[in-house]
């Protein structure tokens, strides 16, 4: 869209959520709310997203980058003193500006864009996005007239009694004529219960000089919640939450337990997979087709392939390939790559390491910082001794290598292709390929010698 501009209000520390985190940087479902928020206005496709800034002014432009210009508002004096900091960036521009607050995570592109239509079929000069709110506390009441015409609109403490009744309330999102935007908050006064400047105040001196202005209704008030405390954040997380099950549900994910499935916003899953209740996918994961996420699994920042079951298990920014099977009680730390049908089984632990096709380590091992080819077993209790308690080293085991239960291998070392170490094993010296490794005391069995103890019988 031409002509269009967009100004985030994010500059309040929210004193109502008693945090240190400043309000717009608590996550909702896994992602900073001004981030949502900059996120919907950008498929809005507007030539400059203005982020007004204050409390923890850093923080936030650090998380946004360069998709903002910012202003800085140095005492936080009310939202329309909020708009006014942006006077220098966009003051003299002719086109149609949207006015958001940063504490509105949900509300969507679609619904600015049709916010933004209305403003222009109707050739307001402020056209303010209001909803119906079943419980409208808090929020600043829009007030009509017998005929639905907008009358003015008022803040919920300096609302009377009779006022406080109306659910219909303004969302915090609006559409200006940019040069009459910046014209009428010259005239906001701070004349009322909290000793603000009110940007809903516009609306009311727009009016008072016969410009047109137009409401514009969504009749999704879930997509509209402000977030001002932490009960108000748990909706948030609530409503964001169900959206994101419902889109997975759409596209052929099968979800069984929606309320007990958190999936973030920029996670991608393919179609016939099936996540089970508890399930935690954060980050940018992106999961296969026809894969089992089994309860309780924790996916973070991860891509997984197809067909493959995630069992009861954490996997942390690592790759995992299809047909694999990791869990239950699994353990994939950061940097692990496995490849197609590798076998990971219970209480195993795997660290910055490549783990080749067909790979198995199926019962209570720790693989850390090693380099594991193709079609290895690696036998229970086995142990990658990777840290002498001041460096880190690399244990390399080749393809087909075979690892007896319960080995040490000290690193680093390397295990030739194809080789087999001995159970019980400690070994610290490389093992050439296809050899035996027997690195453990030998066994002496001392016959009769029970008899020769003259043991009291129990
Ligand atoms: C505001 C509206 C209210 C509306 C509600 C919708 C005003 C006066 N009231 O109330 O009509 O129903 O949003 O959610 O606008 N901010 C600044 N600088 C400031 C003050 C606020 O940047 O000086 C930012 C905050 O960081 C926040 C946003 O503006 O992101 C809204 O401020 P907040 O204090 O939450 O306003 P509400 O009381 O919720
Ligand atoms: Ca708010």
Redesign the pocket.
């Known amino acids: 869209m031409t002509n269009t501009y967009a100004i985030v209000?994010?500059?309040?520390q929210?004193t109502r959520m008693k945090s240190d985190l400043y309000?717009?940087m608590h996550p909702v479902c896994g992602k900073p709310m001004v981030e949502h928020v900059v996120d919907h206005i950008k498929g809005l496709g507007a030539d400059k997203i203005v982020t007004?800034v204050?409390h923890g002014a850093e923080k936030v432009q650090d998380l946004l980058g360069e998709s903002c210009s910012y202003a800085f508002?140095e005492e936080?004096?009310?939202?329309a003193?909020?708009v006014k900091q942006a006077e220098e960036l966009l003051g003299g521009l002719e086109g149609t500006t949207i006015v958001v607050?940063?504490?509105?995570p949900l509300i969507k592109s679609e619904t600015m864009e049709a916010l933004v239509a209305h403003h222009r079929e109707t050739g307001a000069k402020a056209t303010i996005l209001t909803a119906i709110a079943e419980d409208p506390t808090?929020?600043?009441r829009i007030i009509r007239d017998a005929n639905g015409n907008v009358i003015r609109n008022v803040?919920h403490k300096d609302a009377s009694q009779e006022e406080q009744q109306v659910k219909e309330?303004?969302?915090?999102t609006y559409c200006f004529d940019n040069k009459a935007l910046f014209a009428s908050l010259k005239k906001v006064k701070n004349d009322n219960a909290q000793g603000?400047y009110?940007?809903?105040d516009v609306i009311g001196i727009l009016q008072s000089e016969q410009e047109t202005i137009a409401a514009y209704v969504t009749d999704d008030f879930s997509e509209t919640i402000?977030v001002?405390d932490r009960v108000v954040l748990a909706q948030a997380e609530a409503a964001m939450r169900k959206r994101i099950a419902e889109k997975h549900m759409r596209n052929g994910v099968t979800i069984i337990n929606p309320e007990q499935t958190y999936i973030s916003v920029d996670a991608e899953i393919g179609r016939d997979t099936i996540l089970q209740p508890g399930v935690m996918i954060e980050g940018r994961t992106i999961i296969g087709e026809r894969c089992t996420i089994g309860p309780n699994s924790h996916i973070d920042n991860s891509i997984i392939g197809n067909e493959t079951t995630i069992h009861s298990s954490v996997v942390r920014d690592s790759k995992i390939g299809s047909h694999t099977t990791v869990g239950p009680f699994a353990h994939i730390r950061p940097d692990s790559n496995l490849s197609d049908n590798v076998k990971i089984g219970n209480f195993v632990e795997v660290k910055k390491s490549i783990l080749g096709e067909g790979s198995k380590v199926s019962h209570l091992s720790y693989i850390g910082d090693a380099q594991v080819g193709s079609h290895v077993n690696v036998g229970c209790g086995s142990i990658t001794v990777n840290y002498d308690g001041k460096n880190k080293f690399q244990t390399i085991i080749e393809d087909d290598a075979f690892i007896g239960c319960n080995s040490n291998l000290v690193a680093p070392v390397t295990i030739g292709k194809g080789s087999f170490i001995a159970a019980g094993s400690t070994i610290t010296k490389n093992v050439p390929e296809s050899s035996l490794a027997i690195a453990r005391t030998r066994q002496e069995n001392k016959e009769g010698y029970i008899s020769k103890l003259n043991l009291k019988k129990p």
């Open positions: 209000l994010a500059a309040g929210g309000k717009v007004i204050g508002q936080q004096l009310g939202t003193h909020a607050c940063g504490d509105t808090g929020y600043g803040e309330i303004n969302t915090g603000e009110y940007l809903p402000g001002n």
